[in-house]
């Protein structure tokens, strides 16, 4: 392989990863000086909000890694748009189209689906070869955008405010995966080797069992029932 090319790629890579920490941090920025003060705490628990929901910060992180760089600017802007633009459309337009259909939101609302379909779908995609792994990235950012969308509006305060937890809770969950790309390819560069595959497998392993095994505990709860004992018939009192 040409090592200039190689050079070239890996700038663009660098470039790609910086405007993308300035969308980022401008998007944060302006969420901070336009929301109203009365609403300000929106803001905050929203971009905060992907890091206490730990099933969907590790589906976020797996996702990250997977879809991190490797010399493939043009790939990693076509996965990052992609990504941004299901969670906007998360955000903003699948809720009604879940509203409309009863049974698919009592599913989406009662079980943790969408954890599962994030977890599941991040890893496989950490699970096979790199080769094999191009084809499922663009379905992964589709995924991945989709539910930290639905997860933040499942975790919305559903008042005329609401638009800025779910902005909030975007930006958040997006700087997740964006943290974890560029960490994940810092690590490809100064330690590669063979136990990174290694341990990228376990991680997808585990996501895939993990998510396995939260979807059936799910599907398995059933309501509680109390068994009802007999009455209890009170002796008749005792004669002074």
């Not at 700038?11 to 929301?35: K, P, R, T």
């Amino acid at each position: 392989m040409n090592p200039f090319s190689a050079q070239h790629a890996q700038v663009g890579v660098h470039v790609v990863y910086i405007g993308a920490i300035l969308i980022i941090f401008a998007g944060a920025v302006s969420l901070q000086l336009l929301v109203p003060i009365e609403v300000v705490d929106y803001v905050s628990n929203g971009i905060t909000l992907p890091v206490f929901r730990y099933g969907l910060l590790l589906s976020l992180i797996a996702c990250g890694i997977a879809l991190s760089g490797r010399n493939r600017p043009l790939a990693l802007v076509l996965h990052l748009v992609t990504l941004t633009a299901a969670t906007w459309f998360g955000l903003h337009w699948a809720e009604p189209i879940v509203l409309s259909h009863k049974r698919l939101s009592e599913i989406i609302a009662g079980y943790p689906v969408l954890a599962a379909a994030m977890s599941m779908t991040a890893g496989s995609a950490l699970l096979v070869p790199f080769s094999a792994r191009k084809l499922l990235l663009p379905i992964l950012s589709l995924v991945g955008g989709l539910g930290l969308g639905l997860s933040v509006i499942l975790e919305s305060p559903y008042d005329g405010d609401a638009h800025w937890f779910s902005w909030a809770g975007g930006i958040g969950g997006l700087a997740i995966v964006l943290s974890s790309i560029i960490l994940t390819d810092a690590v490809r560069q100064f330690c590669a080797g063979s136990w990174l595959t290694i341990a990228e497998r376990i991680l997808g392993s585990w996501l895939i069992a993990a998510s396995l095994m939260l979807a059936a505990l799910s599907l398995q709860q059933r309501p509680i029932e109390i068994p009802r004992l007999p009455p209890v018939s009170l002796g008749e009192d005792n004669p002074s």
